[in-house]
């Protein structure tokens, strides 16, 4: 619970970090209803994810919560919780200068901590690199060592982590298409399988519709995609289910 607690209390207090230190700032809640899950108490799941990510003088951070609520027979198990905090630290700016090579832009030193219910707590620690792609409006692409540090957890290994988004113009709004994907590719535990993990989301920017440009990219309606190919590194258990979303940002 005190994890949970810090995890939030860094989103609804972006402002925690000194003014002059802060560049940007979002916050978000996502709402989500889908079906088919594998390897949870219930096939169909309702949940809500808070999102923060900010620029700060020496880097960024990203991290969310998500809360889960499981539908029908659930086993006795009415909800769940998950979550990461990220952070990322910019030789760009650190040293002050414009990092570029062909198309990479930056390179940091790039941390996240997964915490949850659950044997799932993990330290990842690697190379962060930015680039910038035509179409794209970002492209990440995070190497990380994983640790596992609470006992049960035998995810130890590597880790490939690509973040993107593209904006489509449609009428008069857009539509959004963003995620991102995990791939544990080696792992050290024989047990414990490589995964792949794709978490797409395709979304209408209903607010800019229905608002005008001054409120674009606040209110979105769409769907959200889960490819997870040996979820939980378990070999052969392979989850394919959509959600419908709506995602509001402050």
Request: aromatic letters at 18%.
């Amino acid at each position: 619970m005190k994890k949970t607690a810090l995890c939030l209390a860094l989103m609804l207090s972006p402002q925690a970090f000194a003014d002059n230190l802060v560049q940007w700032t979002d916050f978000s809640i996502t709402g989500l209803y889908g079906d088919d899950y594998k390897l949870a108490p219930s096939d169909e799941q309702t949940g809500f994810t808070l999102e923060t990510a900010g620029g700060w003088q020496y880097g960024d951070w990203f991290a969310f919560q998500d809360l889960i609520y499981f539908d029908g027979n659930n086993g006795g198990q009415d909800s769940s919780t998950y979550g990461e905090l990220s952070t990322r630290f910019s030789a760009g700016k650190i040293l002050g200068e414009n990092i570029t090579w062909g198309a990479i832009t930056d390179a940091s030193l790039a941390l996240t901590y997964e915490e949850g219910e659950g044997p799932v707590n993990s330290l990842l620690y690697g190379l962060g690199l930015d680039f910038a792609l035509p179409y794209f409006n970002y492209f990440s692409l995070n190497t990380y060592r994983r640790e596992a540090l609470s006992s049960g957890n035998h995810s130890d290994g590597w880790q490939f982590t690509p973040v993107f988004r593209i904006d489509f113009p449609l009428g008069d709004s857009k539509l959004v298409l963003d995620g991102f994907a995990d791939w544990v590719f080696a792992t050290d535990d024989d047990g414990y399988h490589s995964n792949f993990h794709f978490n797409p989301q395709l979304k209408y920017d209903l607010g800019q519709l229905i608002f005008g440009g001054h409120k674009q990219d606040k209110l979105f309606v769409g769907i959200e995609y889960d490819l997870w190919q040996n979820k939980y590194g378990v070999k052969g258990v392979d989850q394919h289910t959509y959600s419908v979303i709506a995602k509001y940002h402050f």
